[in-house]
């Protein structure tokens, strides 16, 4: 037997606490019940991990690098147009690799019982604000009106995350125009939705043509 059969890996490790995580909540990530979920003995787990604190460290670090790097790579991607440049933002609320809403619903669960990674989150929003800021700011809007159209694009998905909102692709597709014409003044061209749409082709399955799409009010 490989050593990585009898120890597992610290990824091995971080997958499971993340998975705890997202099924049950912080208090689900401890060390002995992971060890029986994943078949390895508890003292393999500290070949990878000083103690369970570093375990909760290593999710804190998964979430910023994943949700909030995410987030400020899209913000910052190359967009000929405010339009475009939002439509890549919406690109994390529909590819999880961009942006893991389970993983921000626990981590936003788990502040609500640690001072500490209520910071965390803290810090997060402002370095997620800041960056949809500077993105208006780079197609002329003012500070105040960045700040402003920044806030309603972030709250709103914050909202529909924590709210736990569910609808399915066609319906969410249905609603991006409108909410681009919302967040940002400019009425979408077809050619910039149907960009968008062929990199959603799996979320947005029977959604109407361009042309056909009504103004709707629920969450991108």
């Known amino acids: 037997m490989s050593e990585t059969s009898?120890?597992?890996?610290?990824?091995?490790?971080?997958t499971a606490a993340y998975e705890a995580l997202l099924e049950n909540g912080v208090d689900a990530v401890k060390i002995q019940p992971l060890a029986k979920s994943l078949g390895l003995s508890r003292t393999s787990f500290y070949w990878f991990f000083?103690?369970?604190e570093e375990l909760l460290a290593a999710l804190v670090s998964l979430w910023r690098q994943k949700n909030t790097g995410g987030v400020l790579k899209q913000a910052e991607a190359y967009a000929e147009t405010i339009v475009e440049a939002v439509l890549n933002v919406f690109d994390c609320w529909l590819n999880r690799d961009l942006f893991d809403s389970p993983f921000e619903f626990a981590m936003r669960s788990w502040s609500l019982q640690s001072a500490e990674i209520l910071a965390e989150v803290q810090r997060a929003d402002q370095l997620r604000i800041t960056a949809l800021t500077q993105m208006f700011r780079r197609f002329g809007y003012t500070e105040t009106a960045s700040d402003v159209h920044a806030r309603a694009i972030y709250l709103v998905q914050i909202g529909y995350i924590s709210m736990q909102t569910r609808e399915d692709g066609p319906s969410r597709m249905e609603r991006i125009k409108d909410y681009v014409s919302i967040f940002t003044g400019h009425t979408p061209q077809p050619r910039d939705l149907d960009r968008f749409f062929a990199r959603h082709r799996h979320?947005?399955?029977?959604?109407?043509?361009?042309?056909?799409r009504e103004p709707s009010a629920a969450a991108p």
Do not use: E, K, N, Y
């Open 203 to 212: 979320a947005c399955q029977a959604a109407p043509t361009t042309a056909a």
């Open 6 to 14: 009898r120890r597992g890996s610290s990824d091995v490790w971080l």
């Open 50 to 52: 000083a103690d369970r």
